[in-house]
């Protein structure tokens, strides 16, 4: 926590190496994070490029009251979930996130992006609703509490914790058999 | 119970790495944001974009013609060519000929306040560019240097840096005979030939007013008053107003301009004072051009491309419809000139017209409009001519009633010479 709040006292006084620290300690979880959420590598890479340049711009005037990765997945998680809203309202028929995914044998980016032995799980996330997707991922990837999931859903804590029990569940059916859990 | 913690225990363990892509990008945009809480606060930018706005207004750059200093030198010209047989194009062009360089002084009007204004310039070989400027004015200075363009705001202390020699002062492109030539539409015109008691010369006084200067909806219509030595053909000085009808102060007045055969480099050099930061000239595009952006029918579809991908394949298309002379490609992908005649279009493309297609460059800077996104991308082609050209091109995102896409909102300055 120290070193990060050093870190923010540096990029906000110009040292552009802060940033190219705080980037370089983030990055990978970052592109995981919207990789999971978006279940699309080059749209994700694009989300967290923008979070990064927002941050960067927030230079000189950036206040850090809590972790520097639960500040930075929630950027993510908010442009994520935009940019699936405009995915969505875009897309002709049925809404997106409801549209029952292409099996993951027919995506060959789903190992690109997950490697070969977690396709499935790129696959199964795929066909979960994205309140429930974005649900399971930040409590699973980033650890974010469900109190905090549920501020930035704008819905009850109780909505939450049923969006990731459920979501959880829907996964562990379509994955059944297909990992060696 | 098993299960479900497994599950959990795999998304701990997922890791999908950032591309080499990804690194490049953001590498990039560090190293153009010099941040400094210091000396660069969030406020005072904007009296330098206000300054900026004045003088180096660039939309749709080559085919905006010239803002106020370029419009009334190149406009008198244009316009003298028709006024009389004394002045002739061709002896306008040919008395230029003589004249690499220009000094100007006089003052810009801005929010009702006159601000002196002192400008010194040099054409590049072709004589069709601004390849070295500098311009004073009440607390900013503009300078070119390396293919840039600098302004210097004294009340952050800070130089703003914009890739390119943009519409540098008004005065790009140079009064040479390519902007003559395109410049010979203009209509509605005044001449008067009369003495000038001071001086004991000849003078011919021209007024002008022209509806679109800058192409559609960019810039109000503009009015000129234009005065030019008999002798010399040249114009001595001028006036200019932001309205049709020469109402209100002058928006520019130039009242003296000189010519030079050259001048030396040392003319344009141009120090900040020491302690000045620097920073990149935020990217953006004026708002007036925002409404042509919109269009849904215009530009490509973004959707399962990266931004960077998306660029690229943009620009592909739109080069090839350069090189095929595709008017109506070019108006759909480049939404500001769709209500361009094709003869006006034609012509442009006719300037340097594009042979091939060597590189299309990434995305060297970002910025946001109201619409979304902004990059900016260099392309490197080489014309008809064998010259190799560096042109930057800017793509704003955006969504639409038809989803993400993305089109070309214009030049960002000029084509410069490039070797290969």
């Known amino acids: ?181 | 119970m098993k299960k479900t913690q497994d599950i959990s225990q795999i998304f701990r363990q997922m890791r999908v790495p950032a591309s080499s892509k990804l690194d490049e990008r953001v590498h990039r945009e560090i190293d153009n944001a010099v941040t400094s809480a210091a000396t660069a606060p969030a406020g005072p930018q904007l009296t330098l974009g206000q300054i900026f706005a004045l003088f180096l207004k660039r939309p749709s750059a080559r085919y905006t013609l010239a803002t106020t200093l370029g419009l009334a030198v190149l406009a008198a010209l244009a316009l003298i060519h028709s006024a009389s047989s004394a002045w002739a194009m061709e002896q306008t062009i040919e008395a230029l000929k003589k004249y690499r360089a220009l000094h100007i002084t006089g003052y810009v009007t801005r929010g009702g306040k006159a601000m002196p204004l002192d400008l010194w310039a040099r054409a590049d070989v072709t004589g069709n560019l601004v390849e070295a400027g500098l311009l004073k004015t009440e607390g900013a200075t503009i300078w070119t240097r390396d293919n840039k363009t600098c302004g210097y705001d004294q009340t952050d202390n800070t130089v703003y840096v914009e890739p390119g020699i943009t519409t540098f002062g008004g005065l790009n492109p140079w009064p040479g005979p390519k902007s003559l030539t395109v410049l010979t539409r203009l209509k509605d015109y005044k001449a008067f030939e009369g003495d000038d008691p001071a001086t004991g010369r000849k003078r011919v006084v021209v007024t002008c007013s022209i509806e679109n200067p800058g192409g559609p909806q960019l810039f109000g219509p503009q009015s000129l008053l234009l005065e030019f030595d008999v002798r010399t053909k040249l114009l001595v000085s001028s006036k200019s107003w932001q309205n049709s009808t020469q109402e209100g102060a002058p928006n520019c007045c130039c009242e003296k301009i000189l010519y030079f055969e050259d001048l030396p480099d040392s003319v344009f050099d141009y120090q900040p004072p020491s302690g000045a930061s620097f920073t990149n000239m935020p990217l953006t595009v004026p708002e007036a051009s925002l409404s042509s952006l919109s269009d849904p029918g215009c530009g490509i579809p973004e959707q399962g491309m990266s931004r960077e991908q998306a660029c690229q394949k943009i620009l592909e298309q739109y080069w090839a419809a350069r090189i095929t002379n595709d008017l109506a490609r070019i108006r759909q992908l480049w939404p500001l000139t769709a209500a361009w005649p094709d003869e006006l279009l034609r012509d442009v493309g006719d300037q340097d017209e594009i042979a091939q297609v060597l590189k299309i460059g990434g995305i060297e800077r970002t910025g946001e409009s109201k619409l979304g996104p902004l990059a900016l991308i260099p392309s490197w082609v080489r014309s008809r001519g064998g010259m190799v050209l560096e042109v930057w091109l800017i793509v704003q995102f955006r969504e639409t009633d038809q989803g993400a896409s993305c089109v070309i909102y214009g030049d960002h300055g000029y084509a410069l010479n490039a070797k290969e």
Not at chain 1, 66 to 91: E, I, M
């Open chain 1, 1 to 181: 926590m120290l070193r990060e709040m050093q870190l923010v006292w540096r990029f906000n006084r110009g040292h552009t190496d802060a940033l190219r620290e705080i980037y370089e300690q983030h990055k990978h979880a970052l592109v995981t994070l919207a990789t999971a959420l978006l279940v699309d590598k080059w749209e994700a890479e694009d989300v967290v490029h923008d979070v990064f340049v927002v941050f960067l711009r927030s230079g000189g005037r950036f206040r850090l009251t809590g972790s520097l990765k639960g500040f930075l997945a929630t950027c993510v998680a908010n442009r994520a979930r935009n940019r699936n809203k405009s995915k969505r309202n875009h897309t002709p028929g049925e809404a997106a996130a409801t549209e029952p995914a292409a099996p993951d044998n027919e995506r060959p980016d789903l190992a690109t992006m997950f490697g070969e032995e977690l396709r499935c799980v790129g696959g199964a996330l795929a066909e979960l609703p994205y309140e429930q997707r974005e649900a399971v991922v930040l409590r699973l990837c980033s650890g974010m509490r469900f109190q905090a999931i549920a501020r930035m859903q704008g819905v009850s804590t109780n909505t939450v914790q049923g969006r990731y029990r459920y979501g959880l569940d829907k996964l562990t059916t379509l994955l059944d058999g297909k990992l060696s859990l």
